[in-house]
């Protein structure tokens, strides 16, 4: 059912592309959804994971990215999200985040689903926002799993203050093995754009790797912004190499019609 649905709609979606009466707000596009990972950031300074000089060269992801790390060396896990939240003060949005946000106003059917942890997205104005792999300013009791906002260091005997007695204090952070936030949200999203577009990401991490077939399966076009090839650039439709604090501004002027 759910298959030949969304083939009717391919096809409904072909169809109106030839007619040329795709939904139209300010430009083609009227859903949007949008993936970034840690190239985004990359421009405001900060590392990301596997290009030269990123996080998993100093860092196993074992030892510090895991559920298992975090119950064999909490201390280890703890120091390394505190390292990656003391440079959040010190950095800031770039034009790619910045484009972002202004194009959530001109098409307010725009989605950002990003898997960084900073808040440079929040900080340039972005509201439409799923953080699916947690955030760094954010820490989670591990027995409610309420969220507390981090005002200092997190340390291995760093408590929550809604339990009696009280539990211990984690990253608010998805870790590899463990199910990424808002997926609901997310698929939902994907079943309804017209307009995929992924942005600094290696896809090299599920389930967002595979997003951009959720999106392209029911007809949505498809744009890759890297500045490099990714593990699923043969996956996007169309592909703009370049640095996203370029790219990025030149593909949002594109779509709100702005010269
Ligand atoms: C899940 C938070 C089930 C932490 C991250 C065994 C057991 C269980 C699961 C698995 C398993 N084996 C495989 C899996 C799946 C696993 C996975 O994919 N592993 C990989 C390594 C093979 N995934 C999971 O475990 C996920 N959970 O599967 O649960 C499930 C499945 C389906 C539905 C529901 C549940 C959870 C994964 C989340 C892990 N947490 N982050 C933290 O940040 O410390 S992942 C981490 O890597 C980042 O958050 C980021 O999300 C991810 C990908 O990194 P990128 O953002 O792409 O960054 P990267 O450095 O790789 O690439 C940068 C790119 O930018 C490059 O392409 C570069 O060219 C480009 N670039 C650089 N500069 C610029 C630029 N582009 C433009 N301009 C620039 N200036």
Redesign the pocket.
Known sequence: MERSFRGLRHRERQSNRRKGNVKVSHGRYSEIVVLT????S??SGIR????QG?LWESHRLEDV?TPEAFHRDPALVQRFYNERRAQLPLVKPNPAHLALAELEKAIPGTLIVT???DDLHERAGSHHLIHM??ELTKARCVKTGQLFRVTEPLTEHSLCTCCVPASVLRPH????????LG?DRIFQALAQCDLFIA??????????AGFVDEAVAQGAHSIE????S?HVSHRFHEHRRG???VEVPKLVAELIGRR
């Open positions: 990972g840690a190239g985004i990359a421009e990301t994971f596997r290009d990123g990215a898997q960084n942890i792999h947690g952070v998805v870790w590899f093995g463990e199910m990424p997926m942005i600094g990401t290696s896809g090299q991490v599920y389930p967002a912004i890297n500045a490099d990714s640095m996203a604090a």
